[in-house]
T-cell receptor, first 114, second 114 residues
């Protein structure tokens, strides 16, 4: 069965600090896809990144970076030099090959204080 | 290009009533998925439609139904509303390829059942 665990329910840091959001997943498939979404107060889920199971390269996009490790079934997300605008709920999600269904973690509420 | 449009954004119903929510996907996208978001259960997959056919269904009672029209617009219906149906209902649009295709979400329809 598929499962995504985001153990951190809430994180609060001061602006400019670095922060890492953890994500651990479970799947029996060898081909799968991992996602991160951001949910601001408006409710919309904003796509941040997709990773497939065959690509373990880390990715950096501006202040955002992602660390994918199949050995530990983790797909962690780091924000460097956090800003108040980064405050939101962040979701990690898993999609298996052959299914158009996302399994989400419970989300991590990130608050960046000025 | 225009994003995913969901209507209505907010609505209030009473127990026993029924509700219909609408989703217009991104132009050219043929797949529409629906998710329910509640504080207790998080984000849960309801169903997915592709080319007017339900391709995947989550674990929800039969009171939850949906359909997709030839222009890819989708509606979901909840009959005999219960208090527990109060939630944010999110629609996701994608090309429909059964792989790592990205899902783009609308801002959701927030349903309150009194």
């Amino acid at each position: 069965a598929q499962k995504v665990t985001q153990a951190q329910t809430e994180i609060s840091v001061v602006e400019k600090e670095d922060v890492t959001l953890d994500c651990v997943y479970e799947t029996r498939d060898t081909t799968y896809y991992l996602f991160w979404y951001k949910q601001p107060p408006s409710g919309e889920l904003v796509f941040l990144i997709r990773r497939n199971s065959f690509d373990e390269q880390n990715e950096i996009s501006g202040r955002y970076s992602w660390n994918f490790q199949k050995s530990t079934s983790s797909f962690n997300f780091t924000i460097t030099a956090s800003q108040v605008v980064d405050s939101a709920v962040y979701f990690c999600a898993l999609k298996e090959e052959g299914a158009q269904k996302l399994v989400f973690g419970q989300g991590t509420r990130l608050t960046i204080n000025p | 290009k225009a994003g995913v449009t969901q209507t209505p954004r907010y609505l209030i119903k009473t127990r026993g009533q029924q509700v219909t929510l609408s989703c217009s996907p991104i132009s050219g996208h043929r797949s529409v998925s629906w998710y329910q978001q509640t504080p207790g259960q998080g984000l849960q997959f309801l169903f997915e439609y592709f080319s007017e056919t339900q391709r995947n269904k989550g674990n929800f009672p039969g009171r939850f139904s949906g359909r997709q029209f030839s222009n890819s617009r989708s509606e979901m219906n909840v009959s005999t509303l219960e208090l527990g149906d109060s939630a944010l209902y999110l629609c996701a649009s994608s090309s429909g390829q059964l792989g790592g295709g990205e899902l783009f979400f609308g801002e959701g329809s927030r349903l309150t059942v009194l």
